[in-house]
């Protein structure tokens, strides 16, 4: 039972790193990858009916890999989520002009917006940093002397 702290910390530093590059959009695991690219089309569509009101997506394609011909999805741009009219969804487009160059994070070879997810970001330091807490006083606690 003495155990039962350090090993709640060490599975909570385990699951915060472990899981890190992969966790939030665009994932942290891209912090470092960055590529300049050229913005080849934005667009809004359609993207079907949401209690009854139609739901628009702002949609942007850009040169990937850099320097080729080929098109990709640049990818988080809205988190995933759908404008509720195209009002909405052209002012997302606002800074992906067609022809302006843009710095794009890599994550498993695919293009995603430059910004950062705080939200996964601070989730991950804040349970590597609480459990290492919980290791270290749960590993003097387990070791303290009994009376």
């Known amino acids: 039972m003495r155990w039962v ?10 699951i915060g790193a472990l899981d890190a590059p992969m966790r939030g ?8 990858g960055r590529e300049e690219t050229v913005v ?3 667009a809004v569509e359609p993207a079907g009916f949401a209690q009854g009101h139609p739901r628009y997506e702002a949609m942007v394609e850009v040169v990937w ?14 988190r995933e989520t759908f404008a509720g009219s195209q009002a909405q969804a052209e002012a997302m487009l606002v800074a992906y ?3 302006s160059r843009l710095t794009v994070r ?3 070879g695919l293009p995603w917006v430059d910004r950062t997810d705080w939200f996964a970001l601070l989730w991950t330091v804040g ?8 290791l270290v006083v749960g590993l003097q606690l387990a070791r303290a002397p009994r009376d």
């Not at 850099?66 to 741009?77: I, N, Q």
């Not at 349970?127 to 919980?134: D, I, Y």
């Open 127 to 134: 349970a590597v940093l609480l459990g290492g807490l919980l």
């Open 106 to 108: 890599v994550s498993d």
């Open 97 to 99: 002009a067609p022809g």
């Open 25 to 32: 959009e665009p994932p942290l695991g891209s912090i470092f």
């Open 5 to 14: 702290v350090p090993l709640v910390g060490l599975l909570a530093i385990v």
């Open 40 to 42: 080849r089309r934005a």
């Open 65 to 78: 890999p850099p320097g080729s011909e080929a098109t990709a999805r640049l990818r988080g741009l809205a």
